[in-house]
């Protein structure tokens, strides 16, 4: 069993930037992968940008790629979504997830508590 704690959101203005970070305590991280999704109101989870448990491979939605980056630090079990360029559409909670490396949402088994992130235009 892992816990995932999400923290970093915050409100920015369009065309700023955050740094989005998920810890995770228990279980083995390393042998997770791990994704972020991003929920705006009225509108279902998405998978925004998922990451491999060695951190070689990753994927993007369109709609950030360029923009955002994601990355991990097995040391610190801890992953991080870097989101620049940021658009009012953007604004959303994101949640951090781990387990396997899919777009699907039923593919990760643990879930954060998620972090409100909103741009403002």
Known sequence: ????????????????????????????????????????????????????WSGRGTYYADSVKGRFTISRDNAKNTVYLQMNSLKPEDTAVYYCAANWFSDRMDKYDYWGQGTQVTVSS
């Open 1 to 52: 069993q892992v816990q995932l704690v999400e923290s970093g959101g915050g409100l920015v203005q369009a065309g700023g930037s955050l740094r989005l970070s998920c810890a995770a305590h228990g279980g083995t991280f390393d042998s997770y992968a791990m994704g972020w999704f991003s929920q705006a109101p009225g509108k279902e989870r998405q998978l925004v940008a998922a990451i491999t």
